[in-house]
């Protein structure tokens, strides 16, 4: 099974969450997948849209994708199937998504969850890098740094000593 390509966008519908995430899929799109862990709905992002939308096919996906990436998306669930509606755009339709049979729902959801493993995984180690990179770049570091170049009695690169007369103007 793919790892999901995410984006990952949580929905409700009312009090209930869900975890809506898009990955390549036979359609040109791909699939949208919606799932609360327990059962998950698909619909395929380059499927035409229902009759009465206004939008070209590849315009429904792009327009769904940007509407889930701004929260302005929401889901409606139904007997066996769920809708995903664009509500600031009326031009374009919602996008039907249909209940999955048990044992593709938990391929899915075991697909997902060691797909976002591996992606936490992977942030993990780039976190890494830039804290190490941040520490290593840290002006308050620096500043420490270049202070204690000047204390009295400290070696200067080249080997010469910076003594309180070598290292201060002389007061006259």
């Given at each position: 099974m793919a790892e999901p390509a995410g984006p990952f966008h949580l929905l409700q519908d009312g009090p209930a969450r869900?975890?809506?995430?898009?990955?390549p899929g036979p359609g040109p799109g791909g699939t949208v997948y919606v799932t609360d862990a327990v059962e998950v709905w698909a619909g395929e992002l380059g499927a035409r849209p229902p009759l009465g939308g206004r939008c070209l096919p590849e315009e429904h996906g792009t327009?769904?994708?940007?509407?889930?990436?701004?929260?302005?998306?929401?889901?409606?669930?139904?007997?066996g199937k769920a809708t995903l509606q664009l509500r600031e755009e009326a031009q374009c339709t919602a996008l039907d998504l249909f209940k999955l049979p048990i044992a593709e729902a938990r391929s899915q959801v075991q697909a997902?969850?060691?797909?976002?493993?591996?992606?936490?995984e992977n942030l993990e180690r780039r976190l890494e890098v830039v804290e190490m990179l941040a520490s290593s770049c840290s002006p308050e570091k620096n500043a420490v740094r270049s202070q204690q170049l000047f204390l009295p009695g400290k070696q200067l690169p080249g080997g010469t000593s910076c003594g309180p007369a070598a290292c201060l103007p002389s007061l006259l």
């Open positions: 869900y975890l809506c995430y898009c990955r327009k769904l994708r940007e509407a889930l990436g701004r929260g302005v998306a929401s889901l409606s669930l139904g007997e997902l969850v060691f797909g976002m493993a591996g992606h936490i």
